[in-house]
């Protein structure tokens, strides 16, 4: 009985995941192959016509092909904030894990605080507006890159921690400077939690849809996640062609996660346990 239970209890946790993960995707793939009229049923029946190129077609061309905009621009925005965030909360963690200081206290609350609290829209898009840097992809990229520092930092500190003092000292002895001992002996050391922070900050920021929505307006910068309003109006819903895009909204950062599900469970726990 007992052998049986582990297999059973597998069975159903492969079950619950199906449901949950699995049956949306099929759901959204399937309206995204079937025609207008067929889509707005939003049911599991299968279509008359397999309609896949038509549809995806349809989408890249939509206002003046809309969308292959909306990829480069998020693309941009998602490469330069995780390049940033990468070297700026390895950085950070590395100075609030090796000093001991009362700034460095104040900088941990600072990073929780970032956490929890939640962001204030309308004075940060005043203060971009002072600065000259709304609706710029400047701004766009500093404000991915100061909401989701808070999160990489902490990865990069507990994984740190993981570290042994040893290799600053012995590197310090040979004559290495502060900057050398970080970028020639720490940086290289962090690849688990790197790996980590890319993957998880990069789907973040391509699926974001509320940051480009409050401070990224106009159809020149618009992202991924914005092109989904193009199919949908008050009078009428595509939902064949919505569903093709959400369709091809969701792939890439679906075949990155798949890819690099190791690697992110690795970065995540590495630093979990003090060695």
């Known amino acids: 009985m007992r052998s049986v239970r582990p297999y059973v209890t597998g069975a159903i946790a492969l079950a619950?995941?199906?449901?949950?993960?699995?049956?949306?995707?099929?759901?959204?793939?399937?309206?995204?192959?079937?025609?207008?009229?067929?889509?707005?049923?939003?049911?599991?029946?299968?279509?008359?016509?397999?309609?896949?190129?038509?549809?995806?077609?349809?989408?890249?061309?939509?206002?003046?092909?809309?969308?292959?905009?909306?990829?480069?621009?998020?693309?941009?925005?998602?490469v330069v904030s995780v390049t940033i965030l990468i070297l700026l909360s390895a950085m950070v963690g590395y100075v609030m894990q090796r000093r001991k200081t009362v700034w460095n206290r104040v900088?941990?609350?600072?990073?929780?605080?970032?956490?929890?609290?939640?962001?204030?829209?309308?004075?940060?898009?005043?203060?971009?507006?002072?600065?000259?840097?709304?609706?710029?992809?400047?701004?766009?990229?500093l404000i991915q890159v100061a909401y989701n520092l808070s999160f990489s930092t902490?990865?990069?500190?507990?994984?740190?921690?993981?570290?042994?003092?040893?290799?600053?000292?012995?590197?310090?002895?040979?004559?290495?400077?502060?900057?050398?001992?970080?970028?020639?002996?720490?940086?290289?050391?962090?690849?688990?939690?790197?790996?980590t922070n890319i993957v998880v900050q990069s789907i973040a920021i391509f699926n974001d849809f509320t940051n480009p929505l409050y401070y990224l307006p106009g159809r020149e910068n618009v992202t991924v996640q914005l092109t989904l309003y193009n199919f949908q109006s008050m009078y009428t819903s595509q939902y064949n062609l919505l569903f093709m895009n959400i369709l091809l909204v969701t792939i890439p950062p679906l075949i990155v996660f798949i890819f690099f599900n190791r690697q992110i469970v690795a970065g995540m726990t590495a630093g979990a346990v003090k060695g």
């Open 107 to 141: 900088a941990s609350v600072a990073l929780f605080m970032g956490l929890m609290m939640p962001p204030a829209v309308v004075p940060t898009i005043g203060l971009l507006q002072e600065i000259g840097l709304f609706k710029t992809m400047t701004g766009m990229i």
């Open 16 to 78: 619950v995941a199906a449901v949950i993960f699995v049956m949306p995707f099929v759901f959204v793939a399937l309206q995204a192959v079937k025609s207008k009229s067929e889509a707005s049923r939003l049911d599991f029946e299968l279509p008359e016509h397999w309609l896949f190129w038509d549809n995806l077609i349809a989408v890249f061309k939509a206002r003046d092909y809309q969308l292959a905009l909306a990829y480069f621009n998020s693309t941009l925005i998602t």
């Open 154 to 195: 902490l990865l990069c500190r507990s994984f740190i921690s993981t570290i042994p003092r040893d290799l600053d000292e012995a590197a310090l002895i040979d004559g290495a400077k502060p900057r050398q001992i970080f970028f020639r002996v720490i940086l290289p050391l962090l690849k688990p939690v790197t790996v």
